[in-house]
């Protein structure tokens, strides 16, 4: 666990002062100084680019978790599990991005009339795609050498810099619209020659077209546990792109812009548990090789508790601030605050049932994950249909929050009937009652101008009740254990 502490603490660091650039660019810059239709393009590009570029790695971001262990020898290049990446995402990039090509008047006549500048720059979604796919490539397997945070300091600072920089450029008029989206796509297509860079500067680019014989002999079992991880994850990617694509096509392409602007500020409460999911996920597969049940049943409670714990700050965080939002950004935002718990409530489930995903496709169980899948992109397609029909953005919200928690039951109930394995622990209830005694104090603050102190005194009367009542409760000697090492430090 030495080794998944000390790589999650620097991820989540960069994680948040990251996801600190991305609230500035996100919430204060690109409103005041876009229209919402332009803000709209960039956040669906980014998550179709993204969704293509998942999709085109053709499971193998889950094959590096399950087969790595086996296949680890430096002195032999790791048996080629790099170069079988570049076979993945070649053949992928080929396949997907020839779907997305021969879908492409199918998508572009149904987002004409709501989402016309999206037609415009349809093209930037398969150069970001391509360069994200690289990316992703190198991202899992350094995920598997325990070097992601490298990872996160590419992706969550330096691309969101680029990212500010860009939006400079064009707030001061020195650029137009399209250069600017030519400055934000070259932005995010260098992330992927840093970190090829980065891999070269380990020694541990091993690219020769050559498969090792371990992988040369198990090669049917990685493709079809590819193929299922795959399928797996194209109704998982469906589900996380469906809601705002659909505001854009049933409502409008300005809406869209405030939903995937609230569906960002809300995944700032994932950032604790991706670090440390992005650590563990590895630690999954050495525990299923050597059948230790009990580490892993350790590993994936103690995953959920800390990616509550940490979610809880976040959440609350936002909730208590839901009308500074709105002053941060524009007045259009206002009255969207239902759609913004909803996809706040998502994210907070989706922490708390931590390693589920990972463990189910490491086990032999993981055929019946892809079932839930597939049962819950259809169930996300149906329900956003007919709730945006009813509600708007606040109905792709309900859709995303009523699938979604379906499906993380189904996966916490697979895992304890098959293994007896589950996340929670009681512990986990005297954070959710910390978390309410820390909310109180909100009721009674009153409105402070201008709205950067009253962000000031709630975030912070908040945080501070909160982290003295599980200090002093001894509820997570990891949170105690770091606050020690830091009073030493400091003394």
């Known amino acids: 666990m030495g080794v998944v502490r000390k790589e999650s603490s620097f991820s989540t660091?960069?994680?948040y002062f990251g996801a600190a650039l991305g609230l500035v660019n996100k919430i204060i810059l690109l409103p005041r100084f876009f229209d919402l239709d332009q803000v709209g393009l960039l956040n669906i590009s980014i998550n179709m680019a993204m969704t293509l570029a998942q999709l085109a790695l053709l499971g193998y971001g889950i094959v590096t978790i399950k087969f790595f262990p086996f296949f680890k020898d430096r002195e032999n290049m790791h048996n080629g599990i790099l170069f079988l990446g570049f076979i993945f995402g070649s053949i992928g990039f080929l396949l997907i991005g020839s779907a997305f090509l021969l879908c492409k008047d199918l998508i572009l006549n149904h987002l004409s009339v709501n989402s016309a500048l999206l037609v415009e720059h349809y093209h930037i979604i398969f150069i970001i795609g391509f360069f994200f796919l690289g990316f992703n490539i190198y991202t899992c397997y350094l995920q598997v050498l325990f070097k992601t945070y490298v990872v996160s300091l590419i992706r969550d600072i330096f691309l969101r810099v680029m990212v500010t920089v860009s939006i400079f450029l064009y707030a001061v008029n020195?650029?137009?619209f399209e250069?600017?989206?030519w400055i934000f796509t070259v932005s995010n297509c260098s992330i992927a020659l840093i970190i090829i860079a980065y891999v070269i500067w380990l020694k541990q680019n091993f690219i020769r077209p050559k498969l090792g014989k371990e992988i040369r002999q198990n090669l049917r079992e990685i493709v079809g546990y590819g193929f299922f991880a795959f399928l797996g994850s194209t109704s998982y990617l469906i589900v996380m792109t469906v809601d705002a694509v659909m505001v854009a096509d049933m409502v409008s392409l300005e809406k869209a812009g405030v939903y995937t602007t609230y569906m960002y500020v809300t995944a700032f409460i994932l950032f604790p548990y991706r670090a440390l999911t992005s650590v563990s996920a590895p630690k999954v597969g050495e525990f299923w090789k050597t059948e230790n049940i009990t580490g892993l049943?350790?590993?994936y409670q103690r995953v959920s508790f800390l990616s509550l714990l940490f979610g809880l700050v976040l959440f609350f965080g936002i909730w208590i601030n839901r009308n500074n939002l709105v002053k941060l950004t524009t007045p259009e935002f206002a009255g969207a605050e239902i759609a913004l718990l909803l996809l706040a409530l998502t994210k907070l489930i989706d922490m708390a049932s931590g390693l589920n995903t990972s463990i189910l496709m490491a086990s032999k169980m993981f055929k019946y994950d892809l079932i839930l899948n597939i049962f819950l992109a259809f169930l996300s397609i149906i329900l956003n249909i007919q709730l945006i029909r009813l509600y708007g953005i606040d109905g792709a919200a309900l859709a995303t929050f009523i699938s979604w928690?379906?499906?993380?039951?189904?996966?916490?109930?697979l895992l304890?009937?098959?293994y007896g394995l589950y996340p929670f622990s009681s512990k986990m209830l005297s954070l959710l009652l910390f978390a309410g005694i820390a909310f109180i104090p909100d009721f009674f603050i009153p409105v402070s101008d201008p709205f950067w102190v009253d962000i000031a005194v709630r975030s912070i009367t908040y945080a501070f009740v909160y982290g003295i009542l599980v200090y002093f409760s001894g509820v997570s000697p990891d949170v105690?254990?770091?606050i020690l090492l830091?009073?030493?430090k400091i003394i």
């Open 297 to 299: 049943q350790e590993l």
């Open 486 to 488: 830091v009073k030493r």
């Open 13 to 15: 660091l960069s994680a």
């Open 174 to 176: 020195l650029v137009t």
């Open 179 to 181: 250069e600017f989206i």
């Open 405 to 413: 928690t379906i499906i993380q039951i189904g996966r916490v109930l």
């Open 416 to 418: 304890y009937i098959a």
């Open 480 to 482: 105690n254990r770091l």
